[in-house]
Nanobody
Framework: QVQLVESGGGLVQAGGSLRLSCAAS????????MGWFRQAPGKEREFVSG????????VYEDSVKGRFTVSRDNAKNTVYLQMNSLKPEDTAVYYC??????????????????WGQGTQVTVSS
């Protein structure tokens, strides 16, 4: 069983930065692609970014390209999302998700087996 625990959310002014972390338990972390999703009130959960098991490949949703950076430290079983130049429209609950031993990045939520509890990010204007 894999458990994911996010941290690092909070309240920040527009233009500010936050770094989200997702600590994972379980032996399959280093072979699993990881994703970050977000869900704003009244909206569906959407893909934000993904990173391959090795960390060598990554994908971003268009609205965060150039502002967000995903990375991982397999020695620490942790994946990160550095968020810069934050905008009010980035306000959402952010979730990390794991593909349970599958290395390929996917944009669809149903492709991910394990989910964290979410961390709130609020960007004020």
């Amino acid at each position: 069983q894999v458990q994911l625990v996010e941290s690092g959310g909070g309240l920040v002014q527009a233009g500010g930065s936050l770094r989200l972390s997702c600590a994972a338990s379980g032996r399959t972390f280093s072979s699993s692609a990881m994703g970050w999703f977000r869900q704003a009130p009244g909206k569906e959960r959407e893909f934000v970014s993904g990173i391959s098991g090795s960390g060598g490949r990554f994908v971003y949703e268009d609205s965060v390209k150039g502002r967000f950076t995903v990375s991982r430290d397999n020695a620490k079983n942790t994946v990160y999302l550095q968020m810069n130049s934050l905008k009010p429209e980035d306000t959402a609950v952010y979730y990390c998700a794991g593909r349970g031993g599958l290395a390929g990045i996917r944009r669809e939520a149903f492709e991910y087996t394990y989910w964290g509890q979410g961390t709130q990010v609020t960007v004020s204007s």
